[in-house]
């Protein structure tokens, strides 16, 4: 292409060490760590979850769809970038993008821990090793910091910190820990993030309903489910008025496609102009879509339904992504994948999705 697109969704895969070294030492014992199963292959473990993480999939861009699998991998067998920044500038350059925003790996899964103490613990752990990370390359490697969001008092001195430490974005949990996030109680947290030009970003698989092993008829068949938890909480800060009392706030809706906007506005609108009444809405000034269309930003991968749907959508919202090293990542052949979803694009709009947005949102220099 004639110009390096920026990854507005990519991730690090959490090596051995990245909450044992950087955690409070109360924790140390139980932080998140890499264990070795006969049948499971390298895991990760986290204290008092059930259910570990497998590595197989967490670092698997470039595979062939027959080869995925969640089983069996050796943690030095994945894709270095994902822990190394140098090797990580390699992988970028081999994909011909110039930069990328980076989430966690298994940070997406602590969201959902029951204990907030810990997770609070792990959150601060990653984004000391995190900084350290894009220190490297603070150009290419756009951090976003995690907070567990126990209190608004501590989410405020977590988002001042994060931005202290050089992110820029911050990653929220899908629940907090006390009322939802419709409550005015957190007015003062979300005018902090504007204080602080910080985008708010909510990921797939971080809210308590994102259960893949809850599904219906096949296995796949739990894979169409992965993007109801974002719609739950768009639609939270939508008709919550959290929009309505904060014009200026920023979302980002992670990794949960694009091409389903048009349908979900006009059902919003629908739900609010017929329904909202004796579904208890309160009167906002604006219709539902006209607060998504401006305050929510959506980053997908492959959604070639979102490219030819720029018309019924705010074309300055949306952002690409590469979500590298995941397993549903286009790396490395997001250079064929764009030439091909982007051919019926104007210059403005493909330049716009593929780097003008981004950059905007998140103040690149780049």
């Known amino acids: 292409m004639d110009m390096k697109p920026i990854s507005a969704d990519s991730h690090i895969t959490e090596p051995p060490n990245c909450y044992i070294d950087h955690i409070d030492p109360k924790y140390r014992d139980t932080a998140p760590r890499i264990h070795n199963d006969e049948k499971l292959g390298d895991i990760y473990v986290i204290h008092d979850l059930s259910t570990p993480i497998p590595m197989g999939l967490v670092a698997a861009a470039g595979k062939d769809p027959s080869e995925l699998k969640a089983k069996g991998a050796k943690f030095e067998e994945l894709h270095r970038g994902g822990w190394d920044p140098v090797q990580r500038l390699a992988d970028q350059d081999r994909d011909g993008i110039a930069a990328e925003v980076i989430y966690p790996t298994v940070g997406m899964l602590l969201c959902n821990h029951e204990d907030a103490d810990y ?10 090793w995190l900084q350290a990370y894009c220190e490297s390359a603070p150009d290419r490697l756009i951090g ?3 907070t567990a969001m126990r209190s608004v008092e501590e989410g405020i001195e977590d988002l001042r910190r994060i931005k202290e430490m050089g992110f820029k974005g911050v990653m929220m949990p899908g629940n907090p820990v006390q009322a939802d996030y419709d409550d005015p109680m957190y007015d003062p947290l979300w005018e902090a993030a504007i204080d602080l030009d ?16 809850l599904y219906r008829g096949p296995k796949i068949n739990s ?13 939270t800060f939508i008709f919550g008025g959290v929009f309505e009392r904060h014009p200026d706030l920023k979302l980002v809706c992670v990794e949960a496609d694009a091409g389903w906007v048009p349908h979900y506005m006009y059902r919003m609108d629908h739900a609010y102009k017929r329904h909202r009444y004796w579904l208890k809405c309160p009167e906002m000034a604006k219709l539902p879509s006209e607060y998504f269309r401006e305050n929510v930003y959506m980053t997908f991968q492959d959604d070639w339904t979102a490219f030819k749907s720029t018309g019924m959508l705010n074309p300055e919202r949306l952002m690409w992504a590469n979500d590298f090293p995941h397993s549903d990542s286009t790396w490395p052949w997001s250079q064929e994948m764009l030439a091909e979803h982007t051919a019926d694009l104007t210059a403005v709009n493909r330049d716009a999705i593929l780097r003008g947005n981004v950059k ?6 780049a």
Do not use: E, V, W
């Not at 894979?223 to 639609?235: P, W, Y």
């Open 198 to 213: 910080l985008p708010l970003s909510f990921h797939i698989l971080t809210s308590r309903n994102d259960d893949l092993r």
């Open 360 to 365: 905007k949102l998140y103040n690149l220099a």
């Open 223 to 235: 894979f169409l489910a992965i993007i109801r938890g974002c719609q739950d909480i768009i639609g």
């Open 119 to 128: 997770k609070k613990a792990c959150f601060d752990a990653y984004n000391r």
């Open 144 to 146: 976003c910091g995690q």
